[in-house]
């Protein structure tokens, strides 16, 4: 076991760019690369990218917890990490706590503006919140960044993906603002 360690450790010295390439393809499941940024981290404590990274996987295995952590020993260094602000925001809405969601959220939006997924994040916190017509106007943002990323060529089949979850979001709160009183 020693030696397996011993050989990951050096391979990853190696090849480090190898480890940030896993988890994104989708190749490597979320325990994986839990274990994979955690190896790293242990060579490398200040690199805030894959500290990033792990509180994502973290948060997407539901440990919420330690995602916070992470994100936060992030911001310690770098208040103003666009990646940072997003996954906290995540995590405050994965925790029902649509305020602060909002708050992370538009910091981030602050930070990088061009991002269309964190618009997306917004648009539902808002909705928890029961403010859906600033979600709508949140959605619509998302897609004004979409089709601008979509012209300039940027990640086009990502960008199509997330064009069809803003649209079918924006399509969800409308029908919502029809059936209560106006929206609130």
Request: net charge positive; glycine share 6%.
């Amino acid at each position: 076991m020693k030696y397996f360690i011993s050989l990951c450790i050096l391979a990853l010295l190696v090849v480090p760019h190898a480890v940030y390439a896993h988890p994104e393809t989708g190749l490597l499941p979320d325990a994986i690369a839990e274990t994979e940024y955690k190896i790293v981290l242990e060579i490398n404590p200040k690199d805030i990218t894959t500290r990033t990274k792990l509180g994502m996987v973290l948060y997407r295995k539901n440990k919420l917890k330690e995602a916070e952590q992470q994100v936060s020993e992030v911001l310690k260094s770098a208040p103003n990490d666009f990646d940072a602000h997003d996954v906290m925001g995540l995590i405050r809405l994965k925790e029902n706590k649509p305020a602060e969601a909002i708050a992370w959220l538009k910091k981030a939006i602050a930070l990088k503006n061009e991002d269309t997924m964190v618009h997306h994040s917004l648009g539902l916190a808002f909705e928890q919140a029961g403010q859906y017509r600033e979600a709508e106007a949140s959605y619509r943002r998302g897609l004004e960044v979409n089709d601008r990323l979509l012209r300039k060529g940027t990640n086009r089949e990502k960008e199509k993906e997330r064009r069809n979850t803003l649209l079918s979001a924006l399509q969800g709160v409308q029908t919502r603002l029809k059936t209560s009183r106006g929206g609130i």
